[in-house]
């Protein structure tokens, strides 16, 4: 008995979606001139130790002709994988680079400035993967700053933040208190450029981008930040916090000497994966409206 198989017609948006996954997974080289032969690769990969012993070991264990194999019979070598948490193997170079940041940030005294610093600051890593610089959207100065945690794919090509399925859902879920990106709030991330695959930022990352985030603080003077996510909460109040538990608690960070209220609340995306918490995330938002109205109501 034959075995039929079903067949799919093609779908132009199918497939644009399919590709747009695969970007968000990290992967770019869609296409390639010729094919490729991952079990031979794998092979060469398993058999490079055996050639890459140090000549003297063996020269012991080889007869003298031939001295060494001919190098087309030689395995491919593969190819070196940069660090997961390059800033960490870094060391001096790294402390060096995040000095560099606090000056550059420290001789900006305009939001433009310091873009313009940001775009020209290349001791993060990130930057060498990522298609654009993410800087802020919003006006300046602004009452309320929202600072999220880093720029996923959308973010990415778009080179602004929160426009992705997050971003569109934090704006429709803060148009309920009556608030635009257009005209009421600045905003913002942690880390200015998209981590390879969407991982976590790692501390290395976050201390070099720290000095322009403060600074973007600084200048935009904001009477209230709303930290989108556990990373932004950890980075502006503690690095031990537990956002899931500290969420909707008035926390404050000083900027240039004034203590600013920080309200921590759960990221857009992390509400995608997990709708049921929608609830916690809203009550968060009304304690944002409350203040608006009424500053004093921190102190409650």
């Not at 945690?149 to 879920?173: I, K, Y």
């Not at 209220?261 to 009304?286: C, F, I, M, S």
Request: with cysteine; charged share 20%.
């Amino acid at each position: 008995m034959s075995e039929t198989h079903p067949t799919t017609a093609f779908d132009p948006a199918l497939w644009a979606e399919a590709v747009a996954w695969q970007q968000e997974c990290g992967v770019f080289d869609l296409l390639a001139e010729a094919p490729v032969d991952a079990f031979a690769a794998r092979a060469a990969v398993q058999a490079a130790p055996e050639t890459t012993q140090p000549p003297a070991i063996r020269a012991e264990n080889q007869p003298k002709a031939p001295a060494v194999a001919s190098p087309t019979t030689a395995p491919p070598k593969s190819p070196a994988r940069p660090a997961v948490n390059q800033h960490a193997r870094r060391g001096l170079e790294a402390v060096a680079d995040i000095a560099e940041a606090e000056k550059r940030a420290a001789a900006c005294s305009t939001v433009d400035e310091l873009k313009a610093a940001v775009n020209a600051f290349d001791g993060c890593l990130l930057r060498e993967t990522a298609s654009h610089t993410v800087f802020g959207d919003g006006p300046v100065p602004s009452d309320i700053m929202i600072i999220g945690e880093a720029p996923g794919g959308d973010e990415d090509r778009q080179g602004r933040p929160f426009v992705g399925r997050s971003g569109q859902m934090l704006d429709h879920m803060l148009s309920y208190i009556g608030l635009a990106r257009e005209q009421d709030f600045r905003i913002t991330n942690i880390v200015f450029w998209r981590p390879p695959g969407n991982r976590k930022p790692n501390a290395g990352e976050v201390a070099l981008c720290w000095p322009f985030t403060k600074r973007h603080i600084e200048l935009v003077k904001p009477r209230v930040i709303l930290a989108v996510g556990g990373l932004a909460a950890q980075t502006l109040i503690d690095p031990n916090l537990r956002i899931t538990r500290e969420r909707g608690k008035w926390r404050s960070l000083d900027v240039g000497g004034s203590a600013v209220p920080v309200l921590p609340t759960l990221h857009p995306a992390y509400l995608l994966r997990q709708p049921v918490n929608k609830r916690e995330a809203w009550t968060d938002l009304l304690l944002l409206q409350q203040f608006l109205n009424d500053p004093e109501s921190t102190k409650a």
